[in-house]
């Protein structure tokens, strides 16, 4: 237990150094029922999981219910040096005014989402998610002000991020997606109050929160605590751990270069910004599937993760070309830096992911 949240910390922090109504299981196979089929010696997980996937996304695709809507601008840039007590109090000025008009933009992004992916409208609760939002920056402000290094804030607020992602991904999640959004716009907004060099001081503390909120931290080490401390699912996560970084690095590059002009709504594949989102992207997919292997299940793909996407990405602008390209680049850079016994372990999962996002699921 101890072992794996030490790399999983050094994970993060190596990231910071290089950046600086119905639910969808009814509306498709359900996990239980893949286990069941599994075990029956009837089809394969992986060509269950596809089937789901497929029966997913084009139950969300025919809910399609599209209203325009424009997003608001933020407030001009304010760029001036100054103390880090003036840093900070036009941070925490910003931080008000600056969640609310993420909230907005959220809204504008995923609004026509709640009907199209069925979501319980009643779970989304506007006043509560702004609320944590500038709860959690509040700290990473504070901390920014009190000097403790960024490295620090993952120990003054990790458990509190993992407890606010927790408690959204426990109600659905897709609601977890619209917080996650928020807190994405939440932080350009405060990034983009700042200087240049104000800003390169204050990213690492919001990269931290970024870290924690998007990757299953705590659902990992729970997995992790029921191991046996030397157990194959164990020691292969650990070392993919190890990689993991340098892993999302080398897929970022491999993709960018095949794509290259690739745009976005965030921008292009080689804008600064994009690359650090892609990156974390990379890892956030690499985290799930060492969820998968310490559960011994594609739930949580299937529970989290490729809802998520279905509902994100399309509204982000992000080509599932691109998400499938940069699926096999990954499959070959975990195959080609995990020892064999490692590989064996993640390879029915690197599959079968590979295999839900496949243009097979996509191409209608």
Partial sequence: MTSI???YLKSLSATDEIQQGDSFLTQGISESDI????EAGGVNVSSLAVSWAKKYYNTVEAREKQAS???????????FDGTRAQIVDKLIDTLKVGSEIAWNKVE???????????IDASLIDREEIVADTRALYRKAIDAYGDREP???????????IVKVRRKYSQRDSLVLGFVTLEFQYTSRILLGCLSESERSEFAPYLKVVDDYLHSPYGEINEAAANQPPNSKAMLAVQHLLQHATQIASAVYDRASSQHQGYRSSSGYLSDRDVKISSIR????FQSYLCWCVLE???????QELFPMCVMLYPKLHVSWELVQDMLLILFWEIS????????IVFLPYLRTVTEMFSSDVFDN
């Avoid at 992207?281 to 956030?284: A, F, G, M, Q, R």
């Fill in 5 to 7: 949240s030490q790399l």
């Fill in 35 to 38: 286990q069941k089929n599994s």
């Fill in 69 to 79: 809507r424009q997003i608001p601008h933020s407030p001009q840039s304010n760029n």
């Fill in 108 to 118: 504008a992004v995923l609004g026509g989402q709640i009907e199209q992916q069925a």
């Fill in 150 to 160: 960024a490295s620090r804030l993952s120990v003054l607020v990790g458990k509190d």
């Fill in 281 to 284: 992207d990379v890892e956030i």
């Fill in 296 to 302: 011994e299940s594609i739930g949580p793909v299937q």
């Fill in 336 to 343: 080609d830096r995990l020892p064999a016994e490692d590989l």
